[in-house]
């Protein structure tokens, strides 16, 4: 999420750690729901500059902190709501990171049940805090100072995530730079730039040129990119890889893609497309595919190889 986010981590593991060995932790709860909650808007802090763009999912990561001190610090716990909702909700957020090659993009959008669970726990504890007092030094002003810093935490994480999604453009431009609408393909009505829009056509006029030379589509191909868009512009295409989404910028995936095809030798591609703007290191990644018996051509645009 963010370089320094570690020491958020670190710090609250310490307090928990402390909390838990406190035998009259519920006479000191004021103390650590200020602590937790200072750590989850210092995790704020961090991810701010980047809310708009594709990490905005992050924001709701950080409030599992809060989650899990108000649980334990509450005296009559909601244990069928932990188990059922904030405990299955972390779960399911690994197993969609387990089965997904999305890492972070999953598993910081699926906690949103975690979440809920999250506020409820916080609001048994805030119920029971009023109910009862405090066994510390100037334990009113405490118990204030905390309740100020959570309903500070809950009004950030909602202009945050409401905000965020708001203003959210899917890797594009401001709305107002959005001029140009596509009219071909899977993304026609979408609006975007003038030179994406450019963009996208030159390519999908290449990619469809590519697929009609390929006399339909019998055999599996791989478009070696991360444009998404191109499986969905190639109907019923037998696609030769694990996801739509292959990153550029990550050299581990072309390994993650070989031993794809060890395991799974009948999606070997006969067909492989890479455009030209792609960020592999193209000069390795055409010799290594033309050592495997592939024919090479190319296009001002795109790569092309075959295996006959």
């Not at 961090?46 to 809060?66: D, Q, R, W």
């Not at 244990?79 to 598993?107: D, K």
Request: charged residues 15%.
């Amino acid at each position: 999420m963010h370089p320094h986010f570690r020491y958020a981590v670190y710090a609250y593991a310490v307090m928990m750690f402390v909390m838990i060995l406190d035998r009259k932790r519920r006479l000191h709860r004021s103390v650590y729901l200020i602590v937790s909650t200072a750590c989850v808007i210092a995790s704020y802090v961090m991810l701010v500059p980047n809310l708009g763009t594709s990490t905005y999912n992050a924001i709701m990561f950080p409030l599992i902190f809060i989650g899990i001190t108000s649980y334990i610090l509450c005296k009559n716990k909601p244990r069928e709501l932990f188990a059922a909702l904030f405990a299955v909700g972390i779960i399911y957020s690994f197993c969609m990171h387990f089965t997904s090659n999305q890492y972070f993009y999953i598993i910081s959008a699926v906690m949103t049940a975690a979440n809920v669970a999250s506020l409820i726990f916080l609001g048994q504890l805030i119920r029971e805090m009023n109910e009862t007092p405090d066994n510390i030094t100037y334990a009113v002003w405490v118990k204030r100072f905390a309740l100020v810093f959570a309903a500070f935490m809950v009004f950030l994480q909602g202009a945050f995530q409401i905000g965020s999604k708001a203003r959210h453009v899917f890797w594009d431009s401001d709305p107002s730079e959005l001029t140009a609408e596509i009219s071909e393909g899977p993304a026609a009505g979408l609006r975007t730039t003038d030179a994406r829009a450019s963009s996208y056509e030159a390519l999908y006029n290449d990619m469809q040129q590519f697929i009609e030379s390929t006399g339909g589509y019998s055999d599996n191909t791989l478009f070696l990119t991360n444009r998404t868009w191109m499986y969905l512009a190639a109907h019923d295409l037998p696609y030769g890889t694990y996801s739509a989404w292959v990153a550029e910028d990550q050299p581990t995936n072309l390994d993650r893609l070989r031993t794809f095809y060890v395991i799974n030798p009948e999606k070997q591609p006969k067909y492989v497309y890479i455009p030209k703007d792609s960020k592999w290191d193209i000069p390795n990644v055409l010799h290594n595919w033309q050592a495997q018996g592939y024919n090479l051509s190319e296009t001002a645009l795109s790569y092309r190889l075959v295996r006959y």
